[in-house]
C-alpha cells in the first residue's frame, strides 16, 4: 500500500507570510496532483506534476516534485486570507494509465488578515 | 474540465435506512470513483465505478453496504445501505478520462453529499 504523509495538519499564520507543505512517501509515483477544498465544496484540482524536478507556478503558488517523484511541495508566497481551505495532495501509482489515488493526511491553512 | 454534479447536496437520515446519491457529469467519461471524507480530513476511495459491470471495492468496504450502479459513461449512483451514525459523512463522487485531461494526471470531483445519521 502506498502511503503519503502530509504535513503540517495544521497551519494558521498571518496573512502576508510564505507558508510550505509537504507530501513525501517511500513509494514513486507517476504523477501527483494538488488540491484545495473549501467548506461545502468538493476539491478543486489546483496543478498536476509529472516529471521529477518539476516545478509549477500558478500565481502565488509554486508546486515542486521531487526529482525521484516519491516528494513534493506546495510553496505559498504572500498568503492571502482568501487561500484560507484544505491542500491535500494526491499521488498516482505507475503501471496504469487511469487508477485511485492515494491522498495525503490534508493541511488545513488558515490565513488572518 | 468537467462539470458534475451530486444530488442530494446533503440529507438527514435515521439509522437503518438507505440512502442513494447521484452523480452526474456533463460528458462522458472514462472513470467515475467514489469517496468517503470526514469533514477537514483527507478521502478514502470506496470504489470504483465501472460502466456494464460490476463496481471495485477497496479494502474495507462491501458491495452490500455500498452498492454502486454506473448504466452509462455520464452517470453512477452509491448508496449507503442500513445507515448508521458512523456513517455519517461527505461523500464524493470523482471523474477522470482522456477527454479532459492527460490520463492519470486530472481528476475531478464533485461538489460531495452531506450525510447525517441519527
Known amino acids: 500500500t502506498q502511503l503519503l504523509e502530509q504535513s503540517p495538519q495544521f497551519l494558521s499564520i498571518q496573512e502576508g507570510e510564505n507558508l510550505t507543505v509537504y507530501c513525501n512517501s517511500s513509494s514513486v509515483f507517476s504523477s501527483l496532483q494538488w488540491y484545495r477544498q473549501e467548506p461545502g465544496e468538493g476539491p478543486v484540482l489546483l496543478v498536476t506534476v509529472v516529471t521529477g524536478g518539476e516545478v509549477k507556478k500558478l500565481k502565488r503558488l509554486t508546486f515542486q516534485f521531487g526529482d525521484a517523484r516519491k516528494d513534493s511541495s506546495l510553496h505559498i508566497t504572500a498568503a492571502q486570507p482568501g487561500d484560507t481551505g484544505l491542500y491535500l495532495c494526491?499521488?498516482?501509482?505507475?503501471?496504469?494509465?487511469?487508477?485511485?489515488?492515494?491522498f495525503g493526511q490534508g493541511t488545513i491553512l488558515t490565513v488572518h488578515p | 474540465s468537467a462539470v458534475i454534479s451530486q444530488k442530494p447536496s446533503r440529507d438527514i437520515c435515521q439509522r437503518g435506512t438507505s440512502l442513494t446519491i447521484q452523480c452526474q457529469v456533463d460528458?462522458?467519461?472514462?472513470?467515475m470513483f467514489w469517496y468517503r471524507q470526514q469533514p477537514g480530513q483527507s478521502l478514502t476511495l470506496i470504489a470504483t465505478a465501472n460502466q456494464g459491470s460490476e463496481a471495485t471495492y477497496e479494502s474495507g468496504f462491501v458491495i452490500d453496504k455500498f452498492p454502486i450502479s454506473r448504466p452509462n459513461l455520464t452517470f453512477s449512483t452509491l448508496t449507503v445501505s442500513n445507515m448508521s451514525p458512523e456513517d455519517s459523512s461527505i461523500y464524493l463522487c470523482s471523474v477522470e478520462s482522456n477527454a479532459i485531461g492527460p490520463p492519470g494526471e486530472t481528476q475531478y470531483f464533485g461538489p460531495g453529499t452531506r450525510l447525517l445519521v441519527l
Open positions: 460528458s462522458q467519461v472514462t472513470m
Open positions: 494526491a499521488g498516482k501509482a505507475g503501471g496504469t494509465s487511469y487508477g485511485k489515488l492515494t
